[in-house]
């Protein structure tokens, strides 16, 4: 089976400021602490009191982005801004967010933070009623549908306060997956979250205006005070007048994405009233309770499996130590697009301390395996240092699906665990025992009564349209 993914799948961070001077410096410091949720490309649109728009964009880190000289260029005291991460086919200054769209009844730029599961069939249906795309991006689809709503006739009128609103109802009414969406319009801020809560995005508070964003470690950054977290179907307007909400569905469940609080989330983090780094600890305990094993020492993957190693360790009893040093300057693995580059990436970004780890038994604790080459890599890693057994913990469930809901997860045919049994797996990466989190201990981590768990468990909370035919 081959079955690239055609459409531009995207693991991103948006942020959103209205109404606090030097919204592009604000927006600049917000992006940087979003920076792990997308490091190719980043962009912030800017709006002044004249209405005039500004905007900067690029691939690459925000730091390689923008400089003084070009933010010095963004003015006004409202914003919104992206940092991405997309896979092969996304890439491109054409797909960098946000997208600025202009209009007869007035302009607007707009980005967002997920992957809509019906894009084909929104994008056939505007395509018979003329609309004709400049990218590829769902991001252009939602201004498309915006912008068309007032055709379709349904019963979204106008508000003559808020004259986006009813467009944007009627639109999101028609699209299905993942987002969070940011448009923002001379006047207003608008702020929306999928009905079924799949991707993060909170509200606070700063000098007087409001500031929203993917994650709330990014409020803290810039002094924001957290008020809550956007509802998901809930489209938030603000304005000169406020803050005003209204849902757009009344569709009522919270599946948040189970791999923000394993992998992709920064710990210091809240997500939904959880912090991601408690979280973390939490599956950690779990894990040895459900697969406890005797050893020496208990080593964590960094970063993302730190917190998780420490919640093993406290459990056990094992002493915690740093058994793998990682450089700071090496990018994610995922982001090489080939595997013979990931190899090499896994490579330079990790070493083992051979003064710890020689003569020991070690747990090795991973946040997750998806494609399976880091874990492989780690042991060898560990047994060249010494190690005399390494044992493999996985503070989540086999991920055995793709995700269609904008985490590059690849396909079937790349997800180990998709092909292997634990058993086969074990022996693949050269472990001397593996063992994954259970499902319940996902939930339980967190005291989570909903999440979505479909790339561990295949239940997918939206129909798939016609990505379904990729499960082949
Ligand atoms: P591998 O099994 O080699 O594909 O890599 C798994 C590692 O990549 C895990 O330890 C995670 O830390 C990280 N990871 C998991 N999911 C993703 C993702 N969607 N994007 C980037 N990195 C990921
Ligand atoms: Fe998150 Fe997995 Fe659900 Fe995708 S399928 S949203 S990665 S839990």
Redesign the pocket.
């Given at each position: 089976m081959t079955n690239d993914l055609q459409e531009i799948h995207e693991e991103c961070g948006v942020f959103g400021v209205f109404g606090v001077a030097n919204a592009a410096s604000l927006s600049y410091y917000g992006l940087h602490a979003l920076q792990h949720r997308g490091q190719e490309a980043a962009g912030i649109v800017c709006v002044d009191e004249n209405g005039q728009f500004s905007r900067v964009k690029g691939e690459g880190l925000v730091t390689e982005v923008f400089n003084v000289k070009n933010l010095s260029t963004l003015s006004g005291s409202s914003a919104i801004a992206h940092v991405r991460y997309a896979t092969a086919g996304g890439g491109g200054l054409d797909n960098v967010q946000p997208f600025l769209f202009h209009h007869h009844k007035g302009n607007f730029a707009l980005c967002h933070n997920g992957n809509l599961v019906n894009s084909n069939e929104i994008k056939y249906y505007l395509e018979e009623r003329g609309s004709i795309f400049q990218s590829t991006s769902d991001t252009e689809l939602l201004a498309h549908l915006v912008r068309s709503s007032r055709m379709r006739g349904d019963n979204f009128h106008d508000d003559p306060v808020h004259p986006l609103l009813g467009p944007i109802r009627s639109a999101l009414n028609m699209i299905e997956g993942?987002f969070a969406f940011l448009v923002l319009t001379p006047d207003a801020l608008y702020v929306m979250r999928d009905k079924y809560g799949?991707r993060p995005l909170s509200l606070g508070k700063l000098n007087g205006g409001y500031v929203v964003s993917s994650e709330t470690c990014a409020l803290e950054t810039i002094g924001a005070d957290f008020i809550r977290d956007v509802e998901p179907g809930e489209v938030l307007v603000i304005d000169a007048e406020g803050l005003h909400s209204c849902k757009y569905s009344a569709f009522n469940h919270h599946y948040m994405?189970?791999?923000?609080y394993v992998y992709f989330a920064r710990p210091d983090s809240d997500i939904e009233g959880i912090n991601v780094h408690a979280y973390r600890k939490q599956s950690g305990r779990i894990l040895y309770k459900e697969s406890p094993v005797e050893a020496d020492i208990v080593v964590g993957v960094p970063d993302s499996s730190l917190s998780a190693a420490m919640g093993y360790s406290e459990e056990s009893g094992i002493p915690y130590e740093m058994g793998l040093i990682k450089n700071k300057y090496i990018g994610r693995t995922f982001i090489q697009p080939t595997q013979d580059l990931r190899e090499k990436g896994v490579r330079m970004k990790l070493s083992a301390v051979r003064t710890i780890v020689k003569g020991k038994k070690v747990v090795m604790i991973d946040d997750s395996i998806v494609r399976g080459t880091t874990s492989r890599r780690i042991v060898k890693l560990l047994r060249e240092a010494g190690a005399t057994e390494v044992h493999v913990r996985i503070a989540s469930p086999p991920y055995a699906?793709p995700?269609y809901?904008g985490?590059d997860?690849a396909t079937y045919e790349e997800l180990i665990s998709s092909q292997l049994s634990v058993e086969e797996l074990c022996m693949k990466i050269g472990a001397d025992s593996l063992h994954f989190l259970s499902h319940k201990g996902l939930y339980e981590s967190g005291n989570r009564c909903e999440?979505?768990?479909?790339?561990?468990s295949g239940n997918?909370p939206t129909s798939l349209y016609d990505n379904e035919c990729k499960k082949c």
């Open positions: 993942a799949l994405c189970a791999m923000e699906h995700c809901y985490v997860t999440l979505c768990t479909a790339c561990f997918y």
